[in-house]
C-alpha cells in the first residue's frame, strides 16, 4: 500500500508540477483554491441533476483538479495550515454529497430504484473510508493504508458520466465499482488500525 501511496504522490506532482508556477504567479490562497473546488462541484452536482452528464462529469474532474491544487500550492509556498488542512477534508465530504445528491435527483426523477440505492450505498461507503482514516488518527494510529481514495472515487465516477454516451450502463458500473472498493478500503483499514493497536 506504501507503494501504492508513492504512486499517488508521483502521478499528483506529474499533475500540478506545469501549473505551479501560474498558481504561485495568480497569487491565489489555496483556501481561494478549496472556495473554487467545492463551487465546481456545487455546478457538477447541478448539472448532472439536469442530465448535462458530460458537462457533469468535466466538472468532477475540474473538482478535483483544484482539490489536489490547493494541497500543493499550499506546500509549494508555505501556507500549509491544520486549518486548511482540516477545511479542504470537510469541503471534500462537502463535494462528495452534493455530486451524490445531483445523482440522486436524477434517478430519483426517472424513477430507476436500483440506481438510488447503490447511490446511498456508494455516499456511506466514501464517508466511511474518510471517516476510519481520521478516527484512527484521533487516537492517534497514522493510517496510510487504503486501496480506493478520493482521487480514484473522483475519476470513476467522472468516466462514468463521461461515458454515459456511449453506454448506458456506464454510471451503474461505476457505482458497482465505487461501493466494492470504497468498502475493501474500509476493511483494510479497520483491520490494519487493529493491528496497530494490538493490546492496547
Known sequence: MKNLA??????????????????VKSRLKPNALTWIAL?????????????????????????GLFDILDGALARLTNQATRFGALLDSTFDRISDAIVFLGLLALYIRSGDTLEVVLIFLALIG????????ARAEGLGVNCPVGLFTRTERVIILALGLLLN????????????????????TVG?????????????
Do not use: D, M
Open 126 to 133: 466514501a464517508l466511511l473510508t474518510s471517516y476510519v482514516r
Open 39 to 63: 463551487t465546481v462541484s456545487i455546478i457538477a452536482a447541478g448539472a448532472i441533476a439536469t442530465n448535462k452528464l458530460l458537462i457533469g462529469g468535466f466538472l468532477v474532474l475540474l473538482s
Open 188 to 200: 483494510q483499514r479497520l483491520v490494519y488500525v487493529r493491528q496497530q493497536t494490538k493490546g492496547q
Open 165 to 184: 454516451p456511449l453506454c448506458k450502463f456506464s454510471i451503474l458500473i461505476a457505482l458497482v465499482i465505487l461501493i466494492v472498493l470504497g468498502f475493501i
Open 6 to 23: 508513492e504512486l499517488r504522490r508521483i502521478a499528483a506532482r506529474w499533475i500540478t508540477e506545469p501549473l505551479n508556477t501560474v498558481l
